[in-house]
T-cell receptor
Framework: GNSVTQMEGPVTLSEEAFLTINCTYTATGYPSLFWYVQYPGEGLQLLLK?????DKGSNKGFEATYRKETTSFHLEKGSVQVSDSAVYFCALGSGGTSYGKLTFGQGTILTVHP | NAGVTQTPKFQVLKTGQSMTLQCAQD?????MSWYRQDPGMGLRLIHY???????DQGEVPNGYNVSRSTTEDFPLRLLSAAPSQTSVYFC?????????????FGPGTRLTVL
């Protein structure tokens, strides 16, 4: 079956540091890949997505590239801010008749200090 | 648009009690779903619906019932609450539920079963 593995957290960085959160997946066919972010006390919101191999998703300075050869979708940001402190989830959307069945990783807690 | 709304925000139940978690969306989305979020496990799909009158089970359906009588509403019923159902519950919706579609999440309901 489908699965998503994220790097274990929590991750603690200083402001303006470089961020990488690793995500690898196992899936059949051609899934879509997503990064969702959950700010304290809120629901999840889409950060970025990629729907086919070699696509790069980007938003708010975050980037991730769909690498089919390494089955990865690592999240990166060149300079993090305190406001980026949140929980980040990598997710996989399976195709065909598996409507909306997102498979989530376990989440990575990011804390950014001034 | 209010997006996806959930009520209540917090709930405490005793073992064996029943309750309904409410979810509504005003985006005319065909697809709606319920997830539960547990520490270290990401989000897991409970039930989903691809339209009014159509529902199906997700990964962890036991102990939960759903129905979809309108496009807007998708309530989740706990028939006899158990401590293992202590969790944060999220409702989500998307346009057609395809694997490429972005899912929009509500703010969540934090449920504690004593």
């Amino acid at each position: 079956g489908n699965s998503v593995t994220q790097m274990e957290g929590p991750v603690t960085l200083s402001e303006e540091a470089f961020l990488t959160i690793n995500c690898t997946y196992t899936a059949t066919g051609y899934p879509s890949l997503f990064w969702y972010v959950q700010y304290p006390g809120e629901g999840l919101q889409l950060l970025l997505k990629a729907t086919k191999a070699d696509d790069k998703g980007s938003n708010k300075g975050f980037e991730a590239t769909y690498r089919k050869e390494t089955t990865s979708f690592h999240l990166e940001k060149g300079s993090v801010q305190v406001s980026d402190s949140a929980v980040y989830f990598c997710a996989l959307g399976s195709g065909g008749t598996s409507y909306g069945k997102l498979t989530f990783g376990q989440g990575t807690i990011l804390t950014v200090h001034p | 648009n209010a997006g996806v709304t959930q009520t209540p925000k917090f709930q405490v139940l005793k073992t064996g009690q029943s309750m309904t978690l409410q979810c509504a969306q005003d985006m005319n989305h065909e697809y709606m779903s319920w997830y539960r979020q547990d520490p270290g496990m990401g989000l897991r799909l409970i039930h989903y619906s691809v339209g009014a009158g159509i529902t199906d089970q997700g990964e962890v359906p036991n102990g939960y019932n759903v129905s979809r009588s309108t496009t807007e509403d998708f309530p989740l019923r706990l028939l006899s609450a158990a401590p293992s159902q202590t969790s944060v519950y999220f409702c989500a919706s998307s346009h057609r539920g395809r694997s490429t579609d972005t899912q929009y999440f509500g703010p969540g309901t934090r449920l504690t079963v004593l």
